[in-house]
């Protein structure tokens, strides 16, 4: 058993240590907008914050966690985030699956990166989309970076 | 939630619990002119609620082509809705929603407008008119002096209006109009331009619900326990170990394995881990699947037919054969070219899933799937039940690309429930598969091979064109006992360019792996073995491949078009002053009604290959959403790319490798160079937007490498050339 904050509410894990956090969160809390896609850490469509870090939820054994770890998922990103803001006025998504992990990796990516190039966008992305938006994923990222700038 | 399928009455007006009175079903297209299937209720696609707000339900399936929004504006635009009170749901099953060009309620074939849009625009159009005689009505005005604009009828004259709201239910008591008029291009609000997505809200919020993310009361989950192998029967051992493991209720035996059903699914995959499955006979590998297929290359009595372009009988194979044997005779030069494509897998990102639930002599479907006919009747054999007794529910969808149109993981979850314990009886079963049984249980993208032989004139013109094709039959894989067709994914299409004598032919090799529809179809190989072709002949006679490939396209004015707009783009005109290593290349692309062409900019050094830049040319007549079209050739492309570079799927005893997602030839973000894609407009039918980008990227590229002095390449992927492929 294990307590941690998801979303910055207290939740109470009571499932084996080897269970991924990834479904941890989908079949036990119940929140499905982090993605399975491969389950080996390969396509980042499961990306949560963990303690402010981007993560790939099926890789992360609930054992592993310590108490009153911070998880952030795409379901408590702010409803007018500037990513997922730019996001929408980029209608950036085909089929939409890959891209929760997307905005989750991007928020992450933008913290660290407050005024990326293009070139460390290509680098600094590394969630798979297999729609192949990925020249609307970096427009956005520039976008949302732009606003963010003027939050400063 | 999406938006599911409710019967409704045929009849004009209904109640809907708490809602009053509706405009909801409209009767048969068929007696309102044109287009349109006997007794289609088109009412089924809309209602007009009381308060004017207007739901659409699109019959198709929403995988990421956008059909979703594109759909529901054909009718809003016939309506003049207000697009701001327009909800769009997802259907299911339903009788009446046939797709007129494919016979059943299936998507596929990048159909859904080129099929839909009549009965769509006919049904806004015949609400509209029904609410412009009900103002009429109340006003005692004529209806030709009365006009719609966002959900309000307009008389000018007396400036006054109603909202739709305001005529429903008095229009809904009206009789239905025989003819409507539909709108001219001209008069289009919505069509034709870019606004926001409705879907895209809920997808960046993580609150779109997929297939994988059903909910439901007293819900269990399933994991699969599957053998490696991809075909050939099987014993499975280890079901008393897993019905063993804490928190396991049942293991029930199902099509192709043993489903593990829990309470949540990684206590079920743990315990499906502990089936194991010994295969029954020897299971081919794939030395044994090439020279199956290189020996049909080779027998020229091998079963098979000759083809003509669409429309023309088919020819007999011995005088088709005989008419390009003269021709090839008197030709000056002969080329001759083998080429091959390998098996690729479709890797949609969520993965395979269905939830199923059986009560009281009901089965509920939860499905993300291409193919909702094909899977309701399925149940319905499956459960014994009529098909009236099926519901059949989709779900938006993690990518498609042909891959659900099967139902083999719909079978699955189906004799889950019906599989279930006495005590389980009843609950909802949401059973998922796992990333490596994603991989092993595709139906895969037939591998084929072709053999070209074209002969030249005097001139340098092409006078005659042979081409044979071998691979497994799609059209078989999919219904038995069906005959080989021109859409089938073993046969070579319709030659674009102007050949005198052409004859093409197929034989179809009979091996046991799965296959079935891949993005694009029979375009992606056979457009590879044409382009490459293109720029062998071109090179063959001296010729620019841009001019030699124009030269024979002097009767089509829109794939010169599509061309010449490309090479604009690439600066075709100074690629010869582009630096040592660089080499540009392009194809030819079209397909579903549509005119593409693809372009490529490559750099070789040392053994490594750059891939500098791609462009994309469309024309699919009006673009609807001009926006969406031009993503969904640039999405097209990137999935093009990623099987040309490292596509391949090879077996081994049966069982298919890779299955990492990161090397099945799925393009990398980093993998991806600038692609720009340009629309241009040669005509007015709306042709299709989501496949007809994929095919070009491989020829263009081979085309590309080959004019950066690097190898001939006749084999996909590019990277089995020696090429290491550099991001």
Known sequence: MIEILVNGERRVLEVADDMPLLWALRDVLGMTGTKFGCGQGQCGACTVHLDGEAVRSCTVEVGSLSSGAEVLTIEGLPEDHAVIQAWEAGNVPQCGYCQPGQIMAATAFLKANPAPTPEQIREGMMNYCRCGTYGQIAEAIARAAETLKHWD | ?727
């Open chain 2, 1 to 727: 939630m999406p938006v599911a399928y409710e019967p409704v009455s045929r009849r004009g007006v209904f109640k809907i619990a708490g809602l009053g009175l509706c405009l909801a079903a409209l009767p048969s297209a068929a007696r309102a002119g044109e287009a349109g299937g006997e007794g289609e209720a088109f009412g089924i696609y809309m209602r007009l609620m009381p308060d004017g707000a207007v739901q659409v339900l699109t019959p198709n399936a929403e995988m990421g082509q956008g059909t979703y929004d594109a759909l529901a504006k054909l009718v809003a635009e016939e309506l003049d809705a207000d697009w701001a009170r327009v909800s769009i749901g997802l259907s299911g099953f339903h009788p009446g929603m046939v797709n007129p060009r494919l016979g059943q309620q299936v998507t596929g074939n990048s159909e859904a407008v080129r099929g839909y849009s009549t009965i769509l625009r006919r049904a806004g159009a015949t609400a509209r008119a029904m609410l412009v005689q009900a103002a009429s009505l109340r006003w005692g005005v004529p209806t030709a002096r009365l006009r719609t604009e966002a959900g309000h009828v307009l008389n000018d004259m007396a400036e006054a209006r109603f909202s739709y709201a305001e005529l429903v239910s008095d229009a809904a008591l009206l009789p239905v109009p025989e003819v409507v008029p539909l709108k001219d291009e001209a008069d289009f609000r919505l069509l034709g331009r870019d606004l926001p997505r409705k879907e895209v809200p809920d997808k960046v919020r993580g609150r779109a619900i997929y297939g994988i993310d059903i909910k439901l009361p007293d819900m269990l989950v399933a994991a699969m326990a599957m053998p490696a192998a991809a075909w050939g029967g099987f014993r499975a051992m280890g079901m008393e170990a897993a019905l063993a493991v804490p928190g396991v209720q049942a293991v029930v035996p199902v099509r192709g394995g043993q489903a593990v059903v829990a309470g949540d699914w990684w206590t079920a995959q743990k315990a499906a881990a502990l089936i194991s499955f010994e295969a029954e006979g020897e299971l081919l590998s794939q030395a044994a699947l090439d020279a199956a297929m290189a020996a049909a290359l080779d027998d020229d009595d091998a079963p098979g037919a000759a083809f003509a372009p669409y429309g023309t009988p088919l020819p007999v194979r011995d005088e088709s054969r005989a008419l390009v044997a003269d021709a090839m005779a008197g030709a000056v030069k002969r080329v001759r070219m083998d080429a091959d494509v390998p098996y690729l897998a479709h890797a949609t990102l969520e993965p395979m899933n269905c939830t199923a639930q059986l009560t009281d002599g009901a089965l509920t479907v939860w499905a993300p799937n291409q193919s909702p006919e094909d899977s309701a009747k399925l149940a319905a054999k499956l459960t014994g039940l009529p098909l009236d007794r099926i519901d059949f529910r989709r779900t938006f969808m993690g990518g498609g690309f042909g891959r659900r149109w099967n139902n083999d993981y719909v079978q699955q979850a189906v004799e889950t429930v019906m599989g279930l314990p006495p005590t389980l009886q009843g609950r909802p079963v949401k059973l998922v598969w796992s990333r490596t049984q994603d991989g092993q249980h595709d139906f895969y993208r037939s591998a084929s091979r072709a053999r070209t032989e074209v002969g030249l004139d005097a001139g340098g013109r092409i006078c005659a064109w042979r081409t044979k094709v071998v691979g497994q039959s799609l059209m078989l894989a999919w219904r038995e006992g069906a005959t080989p067709q021109m859409r089938d994914g073993s046969l070579i299409k319709e030659l674009p360019y102007g050949v005198p004598v052409v004859h093409l032919e197929t034989a179809p090799v009979s091996l046991p792996v799965p296959v079935g529809f891949w993005r694009s179809v029979a375009h992606m190989p056979n457009i590879f073995f044409q382009e490459i072709m293109m720029d062998a002949l071109a090179a063959e006679v001296g010729a620019d491949p841009l001019d030699f490939r124009l030269a024979h396209l002097a009767e089509d004015p829109r794939s010169r078009a599509v061309l010449e707009t490309l090479a604009g783009m690439m600066g075709w005109a100074g690629r010869g002053r582009a630096p040592k290593g660089v080499g540009h290349g392009l194809a030819l692309s079209n397909g579903y009604g549509s005119w593409c062409a693809v372009g490529a900019r490559v750099k070789l050094a040392e053994g490594q290959l750059i891939v500098e830049r791609l462009w994309g040319v469309m024309d699919c007549g009006l673009a609807l959403e001009p926006e969406n079209v031009r993503r969904q050739v640039e999405g097209a492309m990137v999935f093009g790319l990623g099987a040309a570079l490292d596509g391949r799927v090879s077996f081994e005893d049966g069982v298919a490798s890779p299955l990492g997602l990161t090397d099945i030839g799925m393009s990398s973000p980093a993998g991806v160079p600038p692609i720009e894609v340009k629309l241009i407009r040669g005509g007015d039918a709306v042709g299709g937007a989501g496949e007809v980008g994929v095919p070009g990227v491989a020829p263009a590229l081979c085309n590309a490498i080959l004019a950066a002095g690097g190898p001939a390449i006749r084999s996909l992927p590019i990277s089995a050339a020696g090429l290491t492929v550099v991001v």
